[in-house]
């Protein structure tokens, strides 16, 4: 069984940036597309960006200047690049897919904490 493993979060000042990655739990597999969303506390679940099979990103429109999706073809990892984050940028952030390889379904990592404060 595979399953989408997640790295990064953690602090960062206002005006900082942090960088989440997530790559498959076997690495023979790659992950694609890959979806990114977030969930502040007392909120709900919200689509932040997406990179697809071919390449292309896609973003919420909060995050079109400061976020960016990209991904390592040779080594299977995905990256979202958080830049110039703010006090409301705290929040668990997950990445999602629905192809592992040749398995499909509804993977989501487990999410990382990102709190953003000075």
């Known amino acids: 069984q595979v399953h989408v493993v997640q790295s990064g979060g953690g602090l960062a000042q206002p005006g900082g940036s942090l960088r989440l990655s997530c790559t498959s739990s076997?690495?023979?597999?790659?992950?694609?597309?890959m979806n990114w969303y977030r969930q502040a506390p007392g909120k709900e679940r919200e689509f932040v960006a997406r990179i697809s099979d071919a390449g292309w990103s896609s973003y919420a429109d909060p995050f079109q200047t400061r976020f960016v999706v990209s991904r390592d073809s040779e080594h299977g990892i995905h990256y979202l690049l958080m830049e110039n984050l703010q006090p409301e940028d705290t929040a668990v952030y997950f990445c999602n897919t629905d192809q592992i390889g040749s398995f499909g379904g509804d993977f989501w990592g487990a999410g990382v904490q990102v709190t953003v404060s000075s």
């Open positions: 076997n690495p023979r597999l790659v992950i694609n597309p």
